[in-house]
């Protein structure tokens, strides 16, 4: 499936998925560096503006893009004033130009050119300009291979470790990079599959995947049922570098 139509279909119930709204995450995602008023941000793989929106309450002016046109249209961001629908890969803007760039839940999509993706980042950031990137890891390496089997049934994507997303930031040039860890606890596995555009069938396999899944990442998740749903803590990562 193409790039296009796989976020077309995602872009239906993007805004249901518990996580994306989830205040712990986006507070803590916010917070890792200070914004102020006079600051420029580029929200890059924006989706529908969750955490441009926030974002935009702390600063200047947030200007989100993002690849797919459906996504951005299925924004709740309604008085937003910049949406750009391009590839970051792609240059598009001059370089030293913003104080802060984000990236939340993207770069694992970003399959091919994954560097250039970030050394794009790097280019439009002023000196002294930070990068705020956050992707979910295993939450142990133990069960990266248990991990990827799971996603193999949902999408295409970079399964990363801690150390690299580090080597990412630091091959494009970033300095000081910090790492901050988020748990979202009680992931409902339940929410996540039904609002993630999956066929029924690979839903289905999915779930069964973590109900039968090995006693050491049922441990590792802190797996629960409860009320025929699956709970379970879900651990990402924020890393912030400077230019
Ligand atoms: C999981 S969503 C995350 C959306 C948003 N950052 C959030 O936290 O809710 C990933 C987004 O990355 C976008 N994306 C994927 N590859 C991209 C690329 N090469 N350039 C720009 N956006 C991209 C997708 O279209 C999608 O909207």
């Known amino acids: ?25 986006i507070e803590t995602f916010v917070s890792s560096t200070e914004f102020n008023k006079n600051e420029s941000v580029l929200d890059v793989g924006t989706g529908t503006g969750v955490i441009a929106k926030r974002i935009a309450l702390m ?6 893009l993002d690849i797919s046109q459906d996504m951005l249209e299925h924004s709740n961001w309604k008085d937003n004033k910049y949406f750009i629908k391009r590839d970051i890969r792609e240059p598009f803007f001059h370089n030293n130009i913003f104080d802060k760039v984000t990236a939340r839940m993207v770069f694992h999509h970003i ?7 970030m050394d794009e980042c790097y280019r439009i950031l002023k000196d002294g300009g930070k990068m705020i990137l956050s992707e979910g890891v295993p939450p142990t390496p133990e069960v990266k291979e248990d991990y990827e089997n799971i996603f193999k049934l949902k999408e295409e ?16 040039g970033f300095k000081n990079v910090e790492i901050i860890t988020h748990i979202l606890k009680n992931f409902s596995v339940k929410n996540w599959l039904e609002n993630s555009g999956l066929s029924q069938n690979n839903q289905d396999k999915i779930f069964e995947m973590h109900v039968t899944a090995s006693e050491i990442f049922k441990r590792d998740y802190n797996m629960k049922i409860v009320n025929g749903d ?8 924020i890393l912030v570098g400077e230019k």
């Open 1 to 25: 499936m193409d790039q296009e139509q796989f976020w077309k279909i995602r872009a239906e119930k993007y805004n249901k998925l518990n996580w994306v709204n989830e205040q712990s995450y």
């Open 59 to 64: 600063v200047r002016e947030v200007i989100g």
């Open 111 to 117: 399959i091919e050119r994954t560097q250039n993706a």
């Open 157 to 172: 994507r970079i399964t990363f470790l801690e150390k690299d997303l580090i080597e990412l930031m630091k091959n494009s």
């Open 230 to 237: 699956c709970l379970i803590d879900v651990k990402n990562l």
